[in-house]
């Protein structure tokens, strides 16, 4: 990969990821689902958790992918 496209990745990740969270919560994973906005799953009530804030989405293959988790804005990212 060119390092052009990781950082256009990166900078289109930062846009999402600053957009108010009514607008990332349209994204966000089920409990059926990995796939979706949202934060690491708690396994453990002993587990030993860090804040989090993911976008988890499956790309490869293609169709595999579960387009309603990917945003529309920034209207780049899909």
């Known amino acids: 990969m060119e390092s ?3 950082d256009k990745l990166q900078e289109i990740a930062k ?3 600053v957009l108010p969270i009514e607008e990332k919560h ?3 994973r089920t409990v059926e689902d990995l796939e979706g906005y949202g934060n690491d ?3 453990s009530e002993h587990q030993i958790l860090d804040w989090t804030d993911r976008l988890y989405l499956i790309v490869s ?3 595999q992918r579960k387009l309603k988790f990917w945003t ?3 209207d780049c990212f899909r």
């Open 72 to 74: 529309l804005n920034p």
């Open 15 to 17: 846009q999402f990821f």
């Open 4 to 6: 052009s496209f990781l």
């Open 41 to 43: 799953s708690v396994f």
């Open 61 to 63: 293959p293609e169709d």
């Open 26 to 28: 349209k994204y966000s």
